[in-house]
């Protein structure tokens, strides 16, 4: 068993010229996760420009700067090497995880808004949300944040709460592709 461990390549990040290890693994609901949004994105973007990736591709955005997201969709295939991508994707998603979840809302959103990524999404499977930042002026701002909520909480809402929560919505670079969080997060139980 040992032996397996030792041969599996630890994926790495470089935060600022640091190596920053991406251990350990991701866990079951986040690959789950992970899966549907590409999955979402590949099969809306077959025949497309655009071309989604999911986890395990790096991305260059400078010397210093060198990160797996979780997925991501490049419009300009000049950018598109065989090593990973080079410069700003139209749309980056980072999933939160215990070991990541200080750089992708800190360090990582931070290079992202400055390398002009127009979209950025931060996803939590432990909270059933996404977070949509969009680069407004240079800058980052909350777009929204989509949640699905357990049962337990719908049964404390009024029924007009319960009808105005918002459970699909619009990715922004694509006005005709509808987000299903019901989809995203199927399975997937908040953790209390």
Not at 8 to 18: K, N, Q, S, T
Not at 57 to 71: A, I
Not at 116 to 143: A, F, H, M, Q, T
Not at 145 to 152: C, R, S
Request: with cysteine; net charge negative; charged share 30%.
């Amino acid at each position: 068993m040992q032996e397996m461990m030792d041969q599996e390549e630890a994926w790495e990040e470089l935060l600022d010229g640091i190596v920053v290890a991406m251990s350990p693994r991701p866990a079951v609901n986040h690959n789950r996760v992970a899966g549907r949004i590409y999955t979402v994105f590949e099969n809306y973007l077959w025949g497309k420009k655009c071309v989604p990736f999911g986890d395990g591709t790096d991305l260059y955005l400078s010397e210093k700067d060198r990160f797996v997201p979780d997925g991501m969709i490049v419009c300009d295939e000049d950018k598109v090497k065989t090593d990973g991508v080079y410069g700003a994707p139209d749309l980056v998603v980072e999933i939160l995880s215990p070991s990541t979840a200080r750089n992708d809302r800190g360090y990582k959103k931070d290079k992202y808004e400055e390398y002009g990524v127009p979209e950025y999404w931060i996803v939590s499977p432990n909270d059933r949300s996404i977070e949509v930042y969009l680069l407004r002026e240079g800058r980052y701002k909350l777009n929204n944040t989509y949640q699905l909520y357990p049962d337990f909480m719908l049964e404390k809402m009024e029924q007009a709460q319960r009808e105005a929560l918002v459970t699909e919505f619009k990715c922004h670079l694509y006005d005709d592709l509808t987000i299903s969080l019901d989809y995203i997060f199927k399975g997937i139980g908040i953790v209390r």
